[in-house]
């Protein structure tokens, strides 16, 4: 029998080579990103990469990792499970990539976790809420504040203001049912006094029925959690009812809409989020000046955490090299981040610790009213014994 | 106190909701078609409104531009999407109609963005006080322009040559059509009133919420057809007093009922609960 | 291979919900804009079973009891009904069902169920399942077209007094209809549920009800093979069309259209004009 020439094999891996595509020689390393840019949550969606698209950008310009291009894989998931399942699973299977990060709502970031998970590819999730997505696996990490700790957070600045009886609105969905759930557990710990709760649905816009009902319970402050294109509409309604008393929002109202919808009536709303617009951070003034030279508009709280999410995930694929799998697990569990959310250090549930950011909308912006940084307080769950 | 004050809410929200579903009941009464698509000229009015508002500043020149474009667009709904498919079965009129309306929402978003519209400067946000109630002047106005304009239709229906031509093509097409009146004209019109109200209703609706997105039309487009149903297909004050109905009864159920069901639950509660009772509506006709 | 695997199970589940619809809609004329919440029902109960410790298997038959009970009920209503009220009532079901389940907070209330057990079948076992079923489902609906009982249900869509006249009980085969067809689209949802480990009451609503009712319309109401490949073509159009992302709902509303303006019998009566010019229309596929 004849051997093959000595050099036959790399011959073989040459005319391999040469055979695959252009693209797959120089690999970019690949960042997997589910966002809704179709579908009811697409304003969000939008928000979300474009947050994302800047961080690569960013870190494109800067040289990349390595020496190689980082890309970010989009992939539409309209805010749905089973749109999720299919999109994750292709991006891990085909795409290869290295890691994923989700810009997109709880339900489908909740499905998508596991399939992460059990392909042990490093899953970063921006704003997605649902605790069990942490609980899906070491593999995951959050970025932003679970609705629980805001919830607690809005307790804390109810009895900051020296305020004690409150009326809670909850929009139905698990952002608001999180958020309204903290809230009631700082309550009660603060010995605040929640006079009555209302619940309204993410598509409801008129609120007239429950403003006249809010008005007759005459609360000294009111927790009310809901979307930009909720908060919008039910603000300006309650302050046209004539109801003066402040108004505690979250980091759904966090956006420019929120202003434009209720225009003066938003004055004076209070949110608790984690984007500080007046913040003293170099990393937070230089995101909300590039979000706005790349978009035009100003950056809201999704894209804020979106960004913060690809840019922690960059970080980690910094540290390794570009590679993925259990190095960059440990890379992310053991970094500390300086993001425009903050400075970020996961805890052993890969949730993050940090200050609760107060803001207050005056002159029609979004401007610093105070900080909560009670730690107790605001402490994330960490993992289950 | 609080008691009329949810009635007053109820006949707010109530009297949109009859603007949105009288254009629905006069498609249904003409051609028995469920014109699902009918809320994106709803959608389309808004848009429009609001674009006409924010670049003239007159608030009026917006409600006319509105009523046109959207009467205007539901004719050439009519006429390329139903009119061809008369001789089928309703539900391939009702498919057609939704797949129609899917890709206008996304046409809507795909044009103006995800994040809606808004008034630079609405107006109409004053308050009024009315015997101890309180209202924004665009509420007063939208019930108070519901009520004249369904008046006014009903008086049309059956003291005009137009109005009486109308009600003999639903009743008996053929026979109406011998006696020279023309189906096509007819059929024009009702869509072109029915969907003039409907982008009329939207630029109210954006001025109350001061909000346009490309969705808004959902939520609106499956309770007018529940609406149309409750009140008695093709009864155009049938179709008002359920519209008024469904919008009271949400407005309590709202609040008392908040914790156990949504919203639309609600509504279709009510909505099903009656037609165990009255199979056919509230107010039908035959 | 996973994502085959994966493309391939949901397509699976899209076919036997599609299918289920297609008994009660196409064979039986009763127009249902609330299918949804019956898969619903059969996706909670497997997912309440299975985290309760039930095996996979077991799970499935009190999916479809549950799902068929209230298909029942939900068909006495609609002997109370006919026609365009048929559809509102059935609308109503639906958001009825998501309206309460989201309440509930033994159901998950607006969380949603989540780690729900794996089935213990493997990723590929799971799809030989569910194809399986897929193809049970097909035969189970040509076999009943083809006994009385779809000679009844046809004669029902056809004309309904006709058949009253003949004598024919005819509340109960429609009672029939809604059992059989909501019971297997409480199987779809057991299956969902294993298959996305993950629900709430938002994801059988409204919207996808609408969305299985266009693919049975897509491929021809009545028709069981079209409806097989308009199910699993048009569950699979996401993923194919990420391509054209951004536009990808505005190009199913269009297809929609289309199809409904261009070939109202759908993809069955296209297939018949482009096969079978000359044979004249018959209900078979």
Redesign the interface.
């Known amino acids: 029998m004849k051997s093959l020439p000595p050099f036959a094999p790399k011959l073989l891996a040459a005319a391999v080579a040469l055979a695959l595509p252009v693209g797959a020689a120089w690999a970019d390393i690949k960042i997997g990103f589910n966002v809704p ?4 949550a ?2 969000d ?2 928000s979300a990469l474009d947050g994302a698209k800047l961080a690569v950008a960013e870190a494109n310009a800067k040289g990349g990792i390595a020496g190689e291009k980082l890309e970010l894989v ?3 998931d ?1 805010a ?4 999720a ?3 994750v ?2 991006m ?3 795409d290869k990539v290295v890691v994923g990060v989700s810009g997109s709502y ?2 489908s970031t ?2 998508a976790a ?1 399939i992460f998970q059990k392909a042990q590819v490093p899953y970063v999730v921006a704003y997605a809420i ?3 997505i942490t ?2 696996g070491d593999y995951m990490f959050r970025v932003s504040a679970m609705g629980e700790v805001q919830g607690r957070g809005g307790a804390k600045l109810v009895q900051n203001l020296g305020k004690k009886n409150v009326v809670v609105i909850t929009v ?3 952002f ?3 958020l309204a759930a903290g809230f009631k557990e700082g309550a009660s710990e603060l010995s605040l006094k929640i006079i009555n ?5 993410m ?4 609120f ?6 809010v008005k ?1 319970d005459n609360p000294e402050v009111i927790y009310a959690s809901g979307y930009y ?1 909720n908060a ?2 039910l603000v ?2 309650l302050r ?3 109801v003066t008393v402040p108004i505690i929002g979250q980091e759904g109202y966090d956006s420019e ?1 929120f202003v ?4 003066p009536a938003s004055e004076g709303t209070l949110i608790t989020t984690s984007l500080d617009r007046d913040s003293d951070s170099t990393v937070t003034q230089t995101f909300l000046a590039n979000f706005r030279k790349a978009t035009g508009v100003g950056a809201d709280m999704v894209a804020a955490s979106s960004y913060t999410a690809t840019s922690v995930a960059i970080e980690g694929l910094r540290k390794t090299g570009g590679k993925g799998g259990e190095a960059l697990k440990n890379a992310l569990a053991s970094g500390t981040y300086d993001t425009p959310i903050g400075k970020l250090a996961f805890n052993d549930l890969h949730e993050v610790q940090k200050n609760l950011q107060v803001q207050i909308v005056k002159d029609k912006a979004f401007h610093r009213h105070s900080v909560i940084s009670d730690a107790v307080l605001l402490a994330p769950p960490s993992k289950p014994k | ?2 008691f009329i ?2 009635i007053a ?2 006949l ?2 109530g009297s949109i909701y009859a603007l949105i579903a009288l254009g629905l009941t006069l498609v249904y009464g003409l051609l028995r078609i469920l014109h699902v698509a009918h809320a994106a000229l709803f959608t389309l009015g808004a848009y429009v409104g609001v674009l006409v508002c924010n670049a003239s500043g007159s608030l009026a020149v917006a409600f006319v531009c509105a009523a046109v474009v959207a009467g205007i667009a539901g004719v050439l709904m009519y006429r390329l999407a139903y009119q061809p498919l008369l001789s089928q079965p309703p539900f391939v009129a009702l498919i057609a109609s939704i797949g129609l309306y899917i890709a206008a929402e ?1 046409a809507f ?1 795909i044009v103006f ?4 519209l ?1 008034f630079t400067q ?1 107006s109409l ?1 004053g ?1 009024v006080t009315l015997g101890g109630l ?1 209202f ?1 002047q665009a ?1 007063l106005m939208v019930m108070i322009g519901t009520v004249a304009i369904i008046a006014v239709l009903a008086w049309l229906q059956s003291r005009t040559r137009v109005g009486v031509a109308c009600q003999a093509t639903v009743s008996d097409p053929q026979m109406a059509e011998s006696f020279g009146i023309s189906l096509r004209q007819v059929r024009d019109i009702n869509f072109f009133i029915g969907s003039a109200l409907a982008g009329f209703a939207g630029v109210w ?1 954006a001025l ?4 346009v ?4 039309g ?2 609106p487009s499956y309770k007018a057809l529940a609406i149309i149903v409750l009140g008695g297909l093709g009864s155009v004050p049938g179709t008002l007093a359920a519209a008024l109905v469904l919008g009271v009864v ?3 159920g ?2 008392y009922l ?2 156990l069901l ?3 639950a609600i509504a279709f509660a009510f909505l099903i609960a009656v037609l165990m009772v009255r199979p056919q509506g509230l107010f039908a006709r035959r | ?3 085959e695997i ?2 391939l199970t ?1 397509m699976a589940i899209s076919v036997i919900f599609a299918l289920s619809l297609n008994l009660i809609t196409g064979f039986c004329g009763q127009i249902s804009l609330g299918h949804a919440a019956f898969q619903g029902v059969g996706a909670y109960a497997a997912a309440m079973l299975a985290k309760a410790g039930w095996p996979f298997f077991a799970t499935l038959p009190v999916a479809m009891l549950l799902a068929g009970a209230l298909g029942v009920v939900v068909g006495m209503a609609s002997l109370r009904v006919r026609e365009d009220f048929l559809a509102i009532t059935t609308m109503g079901v639906v958001f009825l069902f998501v309206g309460v389940v ?1 309440q509930q907070d033994w159901l998950g ?4 169920l ?2 729900i057990p794996d089935h213990g079948l493997g990723k590929t076992g799971f799809m030989g399942v569910t194809l399986l079923a897929c193809v049970a489902v097909a035969l189970l609906s040509i076999h009943i077209r083809r006994t009385w009982m779809g000679r009844v249900f046809n004669g029902i869509a056809e004309d309904e007094d006709t058949m009253r006249v003949l004598g024919i009980d005819v509340p109960r085969y429609k009672l029939a209809a809604f059992a059989i067809g909501t019971a297997l689209a409480g199987l779809s949802g057991a299956f ?1 549920a294993y ?6 009451a ?2 059988f609503g409204f919207i996808e009800s609408i969305t299985v009712l266009s693919m049975v319309v897509f491929g021809g109401i009545g028709s069981v093979a079209w409806v097989l490949i308009a199910a699993a073509l048009l569950s699979a159009l ?2 194919w069309f ?1 391509v054209i ?2 536009y ?2 505005l190009v199913y509303g269009g297809l929609l259209f289309v199809m409904m303006r261009f070939s109202p019998g759908g993809m069955a009566a296209l297939a018949r004009r482009l096969f079978n010019p000359m044979a004249t229309r018959e209900g078979k596929s």
Do not use: C, W
């Not at chain 1, 840019?37 to 009811?40: L, M």
């Not at chain 1, 749905?80 to 749109?83: D, T, V």
């Not at chain 1, 434009?260 to 225009?263: E, L, N, Q």
């Not at chain 2, 997105?213 to 808004?216: A, F």
């Open positions: 840019s179709t579908g009811f697409a304003a969606g939008k989009v992939y539409d309209q749905s499970p089973k749109e399942v299919p999109a699973t292709k891990i299977e085909k709880s339900g909740r499905a596991s649902h605790p069990d609980l899906a139905k969905n698990d608001g049912q999180s709760e209302y619940e309204y649905g598509a409801d816009r008129q007239g029925p429950l403003v006249s009902k007759a294109f919008g509409p300006s309604q046209a009812a004539g809409k434009d919808i209720a225009g | 106190m609080l004050e949810l809410q109820g707010v929200q996304e978003r963005g995800a994040q809606g808004s609405p946000q308050q309180q924004k509420e609706v109350l919420n001061n909000l997105e490309p969705t808004m959902s939520v949400e407005a309590f709202t609040i908040g914790q949504d919203r639309n | 291979m996973n994502y994966t493309l949901t989201r209330g607006e969380l949603g989540s780690a969902y298959h996305l480990q993950f629900i709430g938002e994801n996401p993923a990420q992302g951004d990808k709902l």
